[in-house]
C-alpha cells in the first residue's frame, strides 16, 4: 500500500520536450514509471525516450485514456495555463515542480482544483515517490526503498538526505511527498498525514518542516487532536535563519514576528511528536521504534 | 520585493485610492520647496523600507518650512534601524477625526487572499488582532471570483461608515483589491487610512509587498531590494544567498539541506557566515563561483561545502571547489561533504588536490567548527 501514486499511476510530462523534462522522463522510465505520454505545444509527433509528444493535454489523453497524474515541468510563466490544461482534461493529480510560480496564480489554480475534486502537489516540489511501484518526480530514485515509513517535506534534497538515511538503517519508504517549499501549496502537512493515517503501508511518518508561515504549527495541532495513531518523527530547518530573510525557498522566511523554527518545534514537541536535532537523528529514532516493518 | 512608501503611494494614485498631496525630495533645499509649496504644517517621512520607522524617529511633523528643513537635514543619510536614509516624502499633515485600516494579504494558511479591516487603524494590525479582535474583521476572498459587493458592504459597515464617506469606502476597498491582484502583491495594506473632520478618506502610508516570482509581470520594479553586498553578488552569480555574521561559509544544494546545514554547523558549536544554495544540478563553473565568492570573503575562515548530489554531479562539485581553492583558496581551510551522483569520482578528485572529503554531515561539520576555532 501507498499514497498517491503506485503501480496504477499513468503519468503525461507537460514540459517533456525541455532539457529538465527530458532528463527526468529517461530517469523515472528507469526507475519503472509508467510514463505514457507528453506534452510540448508545437512539438506534438516528436518523442522523447521513446514517449511519444503531443500538443495538447487533450490529444494526449485521446490517444492514452489512462493517463490519471500530470507532472508539470514548464517555466514559471506558463505553469498556471499548463495545470489548467491538466485540471480541465479531468486528470486527478497534478505535481508541479515548476520554482518561481508567481502565488496568486497558485491561489487560483489551487482553488479551482479544489472546487474539480483534483489533488495538487507543489509547484516548488522534488514530487511524489513510492518505492519499487512509481517515481512522479525529480528526487534520485536509488537511495529509496521500500518499507513502512512515509516522508512528508516541505524540501527537496533535506528530504533525500533523511530518506537516504532512513534506507541505511535498513528501514523504507512508503511513500515520500515533497509538498513544495511556496508559501501556498496544493496539499499540506495535515491532507498528507491524513492519508499516511489511513494507509496500511505506513507504520510511521517523518515530517520535515521549515521555518516560515504555520503549516508544521497546524499539523502539530491535528495530530494532537486526532490522538495521531502512528508514530511521527520531525526535523524542522532554520534554527539559524534570520528574521525578514528568504531562505532559498519562497515561503521559508521569517515574517513580522512569525514562522521561526522554535514555535514549530515547541508545537510539535507538545503534540507528542520527537523532534530531532539533526537530519541524522530522524533515522536513528526511527530505528528504535518497535514494529517498524524492514 | 517591499516598496517605498512613495512608490506604493504612486501605485494608489494610479489605482484611484485618494492619498495625501505629496513630494519625494533627496536634499534638504528640496524639502524646505516642498514645505514652502504645500504651506503650514508637513510632515516629513523616511523613506526606508526597515518596519518601525515611526517609533525610530522617521516621521516627524514640522510647523514650517525651517523645521521642515532642519528635520530633513538630520534625517537624510542618516540611518534608521540600519537602514541609510536616501530620501525622504514631504506631505501636508492631515486632521484626522478617526484612522481606518484596509488591507490585503495572501494568507498562507488559508490558501486565499483575505480581506482585513478595521476602524482602529494606525497601530499595527497583527498586534491589534491580539489585543482587540473583535475591532479586526477577516474576510476570505475566492480568488477565482474575486473580492464581492455584499464583503465590501459588511467591510465598510465594520468601520462605521455611513452615507458619502461609505461610497468613498466602497471605491477605496474595490481599488485596492484591484491593485492587490493585478500588481501580484503579497501584501498591500493602507494604514492608517484616515477619516478627515470633513468626512474624506485619505491614505496617509503605503506598505505594499510584491511577489518576488511575479516580477517578470512588472518590470518597472526591477531594482535590488536591501541586500548585504555578498547578497546582491551572489544574486548577480544566480545564487540565493543570505549574509550572516559567523565565519564558516556555507554552500549547499538546495534550501532546506542548505539551511540543515547552517543549523548543524551551529548545533556543533560552529559560527555560520552565510547561507548559499547552488541549486539542483550545478556545473563546475557555477560551484567555482560559489567557492570564489565566500573564499574571498574577509570574514570566512573556513568554507564547508555540503553537497547531496541528484541531479548534481559530485564530480563537477569537486572539479568547480578545486579550481576555486586553487585560484583564491590560500589561508582558508576547506571541509567538504560529497553524497550521491558520480562521488567516488569526486572524491577522487578532491583528494588528488589535497582536500579530504566527508561521507557524514555530521563528521564535517564538527570538522568545520573546530577549524573555525
Same mark, same amino acid.
Not at chain 1, 525529480?138 to 537511495?143: A, K, L
Not at chain 1, 525578514?244 to 521559508?252: C, L, S, Y
Given at each position: 500500500m501507498a499514497i498517491l501514486v503506485d503501480g496504477n499511476t499513468r503519468v503525461l510530462v507537460q514540459g517533456i520536450t525541455g532539457r529538465q523534462g527530458a532528463f527526468h522522463t529517461r530517469a523515472m522510465l528507469r526507475y519503472?514509471?509508467?510514463?505514457e505520454a507528453g506534452v510540448t505545444p508545437g512539438k506534438g509527433g516528436q518523442n522523447v525516450e521513446g514517449v511519444p509528444v503531443y500538443d495538447s493535454v487533450e490529444e494526449a489523453l485521446a490517444n &492514452?485514456?489512462? +493517463?490519471n497524474t500530470s507532472l508539470i515541468m514548464v517555466p514559471a510563466a506558463y505553469a498556471a495555463d499548463a495545470v489548467y490544461e491538466a485540471l480541465d482534461n479531468d486528470i486527478e493529480l497534478v505535481v508541479i515542480i515548476t520554482e518561481h510560480v508567481p502565488v496568486h496564480d497558485t491561489l487560483k489554480f489551487v482553488r479551482y482544483a479544489g472546487l474539480r475534486g483534483a489533488r495538487i502537489i507543489g509547484p516548488n516540489c522534488p514530487g511524489v515517490i513510492t518505492p519499487g511501484a512509481a517515481k512522479v518526480g +525529480?528526487?534520485?530514485?536509488? +537511495?529509496f526503498k521500500q518499507g513502512g515509513v512515509g516522508i512528508v517535506s516541505r524540501s527537496g534534497t533535506l528530504t533525500y538526505e533523511i530518506a537516504y538515511a532512513v534506507t541505511l538503517k535498513g528501514l523504507g519508504q512508503s511513500t515520500c511527498v515533497g509538498i513544495g517549499g511556496d508559501p501556498v501549496v496544493g496539499m499540506d502537512f495535515i491532507e498528507v498525514l491524513e492519508m499516511f493515517r489511513k494507509d496500511n503501508g505506513t507504520e510511521a511518518v517523518v515530517l520535515i518542516g521549515e521555518i516560515g508561515g504555520d503549516m508544521e504549527e497546524r499539523a502539530a495541532a491535528y495530530i494532537k487532536e486526532t490522538s495521531y495513531p502512528k508514530p511521527v518523527v520531525a526535523y524542522i530547518a532554520g534554527r539559524t535563519a534570520p528574521p525578514?530573510?528568504?531562505?532559498? &525557498?519562497?515561503?521559508?522566511i521569517i515574517s513580522m514576528g512569525a514562522g521561526d523554527a522554535e514555535s514549530k518545534v515547541r508545537a510539535l514537541t507538545a503534540a507528542g511528536v520527537y523532534v530531532a536535532s539533526t537530519p541524522s537523528e530522524v533515522a536513528e529514532k526511527l530505528s528504535k521504534l518497535q514494529g517498524i516493518n524492514r | 520585493m517591499k516598496l517605498y512608501e512613495f512608490e506604493g503611494r504612486e501605485l494608489f494614485s494610479r489605482y484611484g485610492i485618494p492619498v495625501s498631496g505629496y513630494g519625494v525630495a533627496g536634499s534638504v533645499e528640496e524639502v524646505r520647496r516642498l514645505a514652502e509649496e504645500f504651506g503650514g504644517k508637513v510632515v516629513v517621512k523616511a523613506q526606508v523600507l526597515v518596519a518601525g520607522r515611526g517609533k525610530a524617529g522617521g516621521v516627524r511633523v514640522a510647523e514650517n518650512p525651517d523645521q521642515a528643513a532642519e528635520l530633513a537635514a538630520e534625517m537624510l543619510g542618516s540611518s534608521i534601524k540600519g537602514e541609510r536614509v536616501k530620501s525622504v516624502i514631504v506631505t501636508p499633515f492631515t486632521e484626522i477625526a478617526r484612522e481606518l485600516y484596509l488591507g490585503f494579504i495572501v494568507d498562507r494558511a488559508r490558501r486565499r487572499p483575505v480581506l482585513i479591516v478595521s476602524? =482602529?487603524?494606525? /497601530? =499595527?494590525i497583527e498586534a491589534l488582532a491580539k489585543t482587540s479582535p473583535g475591532n479586526v474583521l477577516k474576510l476570505d476572498v475566492d480568488p477565482l471570483t474575486g473580492l464581492r459587493d455584499y464583503q465590501v458592504r459588511r467591510a465598510v459597515g465594520f468601520m462605521r461608515l455611513r452615507d458619502k464617506v461609505a461610497e468613498e469606502a466602497v471605491k477605496t476597498l474595490k481599488s485596492l483589491y484591484r491593485l492587490f491582484t493585478e500588481m501580484d502583491c503579497e501584501l498591500a495594506e493602507i494604514n492608517p487610512l484616515a477619516l478627515t473632520p470633513d468626512q474624506r478618506l485619505v491614505a496617509l502610508d503605503a506598505k505594499i509587498i510584491l511577489d518576488d516570482n511575479a516580477l517578470f509581470r512588472h518590470r518597472e520594479f526591477t531594482r535590488p531590494s536591501s541586500e548585504s553586498g555578498l547578497e546582491e553578488e551572489a544574486r548577480r552569480l544566480g545564487f540565493s544567498a543570505v549574509e550572516l555574521d559567523g565565519d564558516i561559509g556555507i554552500i549547499g544544494n538546495g534550501a532546506g539541506l542548505t539551511m540543515a546545514t547552517m543549523d548543524m554547523v551551529k548545533f556543533k558549536g560552529g559560527r555560520p557566515a552565510n547561507f548559499l544554495d547552488v541549486g539542483g544540478g550545478a556545473a563546475e563553473e557555477v560551484v567555482d563561483r560559489a567557492a570564489r565568492l565566500l573564499l574571498t570573503?574577509?570574514? /570566512?575562515k573556513v568554507l564547508f561545502v555540503n553537497i547531496l548530489g541528484g541531479i548534481t554531479r559530485c564530480d563537477e562539485v569537486a572539479r568547480g571547489l578545486v579550481s576555486a581553492y586553487r585560484a583564491v583558496g590560500q589561508g582558508k581551510r576547506v571541509v567538504v561533504r560529497l553524497m550521491g551522483t558520480n562521488e567516488e569520482e569526486g572524491k577522487k578528485i578532491l583528494r588528488e588536490n589535497g582536500l579530504l572529503p566527508y561521507d557524514s554531515m555530521e563528521e564535517a561539520a564538527e570538522v568545520a567548527a573546530r577549524l573555525a576555532g
Open positions: 519503472g514509471t509508467r510514463v &492514452h485514456p489512462s +493517463i +525529480i528526487m534520485p530514485g536509488h +537511495i525578514e530573510k528568504r531562505m532559498g &525557498h519562497a515561503g521559508a | 476602524g =482602529e487603524g494606525g /497601530v =499595527e570573503h574577509p570574514r /570566512v
